[in-house]
Antibody, heavy 115, light 112 residues
Framework: EVQLVESGGGLVEPGGSLRLSCAASGSTFSNAWMIWVRQAPGKGLEWVAR??????????DYAAFVKDRFIISRDDSRDSLYLQLNSLKTEDTGIYYC??????WGQGTLVTVSS | DIVMTQTPLSSPVTLGQPASISCRSS???????????LSWLQQRPGQPPRLLIYEISKRFSGVPDRFSGSGAGTDFTLKISRVEAEDVGVYYC?????????FGQGTKLEIK
């Protein structure tokens, strides 16, 4: 059973950047398609990005609202998933969860974009 | 994008009684491989989401059998046979047939 632990969240000013990390353990990370999902305060769930495993080409996909601001990546040698957040806006505030394509979920990391 | 619509948005239930949540998608969730990519997730207060049901009716690892899913095409239902206190939270349906993955608005299950 894979376990996921996110980190890297924090307070950042509008226009700033953050790099979120998701460390996986307990299973074969390299075979998993991974996603990031976010949740604004008091709101529902919103899919952000997906990265396939190497066997499927490692291709990436993004929600339209990302608009080239975020980059999802993975390092299978470190069993880690990343989400680079650039040009952050106040509406990007929320908890960011990593997940093995919706099967297992981490506890999330809070991103707050505010001046 | 596929729109997922849940009803009701709030469901007060008596402990030990059944509960039911409906979810309708704006497009068919049936893949050409015959699999329907509709899942149900639970989010307890202050907790991350947790997968309960995938592919309409398959219970995920560790999910109690009081949870069941049914439906086809564009109409789906999550049922809890006997609600327990630990079931309090928000329930989401989710489609994975097409990007972007999308979720229902969430149904808040609370105890009367």
């Amino acid at each position: 059973e894979v376990q996921l632990v996110e980190s890297g969240g924090g307070l950042v000013e509008p226009g700033g950047s953050l790099r979120l990390s998701c460390a996986a353990s307990g299973s074969t990370f390299s075979n998993a398609w991974m996603i990031w999902v976010r949740q604004a305060p008091g709101k529902g769930l919103e899919w952000v990005a997906r990265i396939k495993d190497r066997a499927a080409g490692g291709t990436t996909d993004y929600a339209a609202f990302v608009k080239d601001r975020f980059i999802i990546s993975r390092d299978d040698s470190r069993d880690s998933l990343y989400l680079q957040l650039n040009s952050l806006k106040t509406e990007d505030t929320g908890i960011y969860y990593c997940s093995t394509d919706h099967y297992r979920w981490g506890q999330g990391t809070l991103v707050t974009v505010s001046s | 994008d596929i729109v997922m619509t849940q009803t009701p948005l709030s469901s007060p239930v008596t402990l030990g009684q059944p509960a039911s949540i409906s979810c309708r998608s704006s497009q068919s969730l049936v893949h050409s491989n015959g699999i329907t990519y509709l899942s149900w997730l639970q989010q307890r207060p202050g907790q991350p989401p947790r997968l309960l049901i995938y592919e309409i009716s398959k219970r995920f690892s560790g999910v109690p059998d009081r949870f069941s899913g049914s439906g086809a095409g564009t109409d789906f239902t999550l049922k809890i046979s006997r609600v327990e206190a630990e079931d309090v939270g928000v329930y989401y349906c989710m489609q994975l047939i097409q990007l972007p993955y999308t979720f229902g608005q969430g149904t808040k299950l609370e105890i009367k």
